[in-house]
């Protein structure tokens, strides 16, 4: 069993940085695979990115490509996301996720994914 919890949203301008963390419960979260997902207002909820247990793979939407960095520390069984150059319509709730092992490529389906986090409030103003 694992419990994920996400803090580290807020309010920030258009252009600003925000580090979201994601705090896991459960001795054997460094072998889960971990994504990071977001539901804007009237949307479905979508991918943003995902890393496997070795950290040396990650995974990127399009739309944050290039923006957003996903990381994690084994050791304080934490996960990252780095979002730098916000923009407006990256406002939405932000949800960290872990796929059970054993995890080759960590999916972008929120299906695929076990354990989820309440999620945090990202909000960018224009």
């Known amino acids: 069993q694992v419990q994920l919890v996400e803090s580290g949203g807020g309010l920030v301008q258009a252009g600003g940085s925000l580090r979201l963390s994601c705090a896991a419960s459960?001795?054997?979260?460094?072998?889960?695979?971990m994504g990071w997902f977001r539901q804007a207002p009237g949307k479905e909820r979508e991918f943003v990115a995902a890393?496997?247990?070795?950290?040396?793979?990650?995974y990127y939407a399009n739309s944050v490509k290039g923006r957003f960095t996903i990381s994690r520390d084994n050791a304080k069984n934490t996960g990252y996301l780095q979002m730098n150059s916000l923009k407006p319509e990256d406002t939405a709730v932000y949800y960290c996720?872990?796929?059970?092992?054993?995890?080759?490529?960590?999916?972008?389906?929120?299906?695929?994914?076990?354990?989820w986090g309440q999620g945090t409030q990202v909000t960018v103003s224009s």
């Open positions: 459960g001795r054997t979260f460094s072998r889960y695979a």
């Open positions: 996720a872990a796929q059970r092992p054993p995890v080759a490529v960590p999916g972008t389906e929120e299906g695929l994914y076990d354990y």
């Open positions: 890393i496997n247990w070795s950290i040396g793979n990650t």
